[in-house]
């Protein structure tokens, strides 16, 4: 992806598959972001290096990144949103609340 | 391949620095210690605040890290600072048994801190110019044993520094090389993508039971770790959960053979690469990988992160653009143009790879030159 490819999709895939992908410059609400020639409108604002999701991610549905499972919805995370610790929760070390 | 410039130590081992370490055995020496380095250059220095009544695992984790970071091949003498001669001779004998490297001792006990520094002084002073006359010599990047780390991890370690590292250390170790990565916590998620790695079954094994042995005293904590790992600079990086922060962190480990899993601040018993079970804080891994035998340390960040140690200098590589601009004094390998450039992995890999050969051969890290010798001995935590 060059300088020019990446003003226009300001997100980068990480594996096919992925149901995440990662902001490589901030995001704001409102834009528009390009996965595979997918148009897709940012509900958040996204910081540098945070995730978006690239479609609904129901609540308990695995969070995909890297092609691996990095987590579960703790919520029903709407195409577009902000993905991180308030919608996501690890799986591992869990003190099963 | 470019020639790399380092020194033979005494004991027959290749070295990039040859270090004339001053070393406290306990809290209470770290001043006459401190004195003896600020008097004599050049000298590095290790201090800790441990030495005294600690009993069981502590007790061996701590003799065993301060051993295994004199026995550095970095370390070309060593001057221990003791305070009563029975614990001191004990340390002083077995590191004799170990090495042909000059080890010498001075105690506070009857000596007092003014005397035990001045009496330091003068042997440190002798040490320092035998150390002097030793010249690089040329040797093969297989000589070394590297030491891998990321600290102050975001998104970016993920995408560009550790796939970049990764790349330079599966070069590395198919020049017949050696290489150490650790962190425990940092598997845990990424366990079944290392176990299948593994040499043969035992060692698959063995990485399955340190991560699950980590997990399982989390949980006997009663905690879950998210503000412990990740870290809350991890969590504003973008990286929400322990899974998320390992995937990206095992691939500064390459896609190799993984040759076996070492004890806290043990050496690889043969070349290749080795994961080594311990904490998973910057300065408790350093401190463990170079008891380990690592003489440097490729040390990936996000965010930055200043850490270094005594013995062994400590590369720090990022591939976050704004990381490289605000932390500039502790990065030496910006790779960040992967990101904004569109530069490929090996671009950004290569790059590393030519700073490694470089620093080996005497260019000074960043965390050498502003003083960032980091010491944790007896880790505790996650």
Request: aromatic fraction near 4%; charged fraction near 25%.
């Amino acid at each position: 992806m060059n300088a020019e490819e990446l003003k226009r999709s300001k997100i980068v895939l990480l594996s096919a598959g992925d149901n995440v992908a990662v902001a490589l410059i901030p995001i704001q609400k409102g834009d528009i972001v390009e996965n595979s020639g997918k148009k897709i409108e940012a509900t958040d604002d996204i910081d540098f290096g945070h995730k978006i999701a690239l479609r609904d991610i129901k609540k308990d549905d695995n969070v995909i990144k890297y092609g691996e499972i990095i987590g579960v919805a703790t919520e029903n995370i709407a195409v577009g949103s902000h993905v991180h610790v308030h919608n996501v929760k690890s799986l591992r070390a869990d003190k099963h609340e | 391949m470019s020639e790399l410039n380092a020194y033979l130590n005494p004991d027959g081992k290749a070295a990039p620095r040859n270090h004339n370490l001053i070393l406290s055995l306990n809290s209470f020496c770290n001043t006459a210690a401190q004195g003896i380095h600020r008097s004599v250059n050049p000298t590095v220095l290790i201090t800790h605040p441990h030495g005294r009544n600690e009993i069981g695992i502590n007790k061996e984790r701590l003799r065993k890290s301060l051993i295994g970071n004199a026995l550095n091949p970095n370390v070309f003498s060593v001057l221990v600072v003791g305070y009563e001669d029975k614990s001191t001779s004990s340390f002083v004998n077995e590191l004799r048994a170990k090495t042909k490297k000059p080890v010498e001792s001075v105690l506070v006990l009857d000596n007092g801190t003014l005397g035990a520094t001045k009496e330091g002084a003068e042997i440190a002073s002798r040490l320092s110019q035998i150390n002097s006359e030793y010249s690089r010599e040329k040797f093969s990047i297989s000589d070394f044993t590297i030491g891998l780390k990321c600290g102050g991890s975001d998104a970016t370690s993920g995408i560009v520094s550790n796939p970049a590292v990764g790349k330079a250390v599966d070069r590395i170790i198919n020049m017949k090389g050696t290489a150490i990565f650790s962190e425990t916590t940092e598997i845990i998620g990424a366990e079944h993508i290392l176990a299948k790695r593994a040499a043969n079954n035992k060692v698959a094994l063995d990485i399955l039971e340190a991560a699950r042995t980590n997990e399982e005293m989390a949980m006997s904590l009663g905690v879950d770790l998210i503000g412990t790992n990740p870290v809350p600079d991890n969590i504003r990086g973008g990286i929400s959960t322990i899974e998320e922060k390992s995937i990206a962190a095992i691939m500064k480990s390459g896609s190799g053979k993984i040759n076996g899993v070492l004890d806290y601040a043990s050496t690889p018993p043969d070349r290749g690469l080795y994961f080594m079970d311990s904490p998973s804080a910057a300065t408790e891994v350093l401190t463990a990988i170079t008891a380990g035998g690592a003489s440097i340390i490729l040390f990936t960040t996000g965010s930055g992160n200043p850490v270094g140690s005594p013995v062994s200098p400590v590369i720090k590589i990022t591939g976050n653009p704004y990381a490289a601009k605000k932390m500039k004094e502790h990065i030496d390998v910006d790779i960040s143009e992967v990101i904004t450039e569109g530069k490929s992995l090996q671009v950004g890999s290569d790059k590393v790879y030519r700073i490694l050969e470089k620093t080996i051969s005497g260019r000074l890290t960043k965390s050498e030159i502003l003083h960032h010798d980091e010491f944790a001995p007896i880790p505790v935590g996650l």
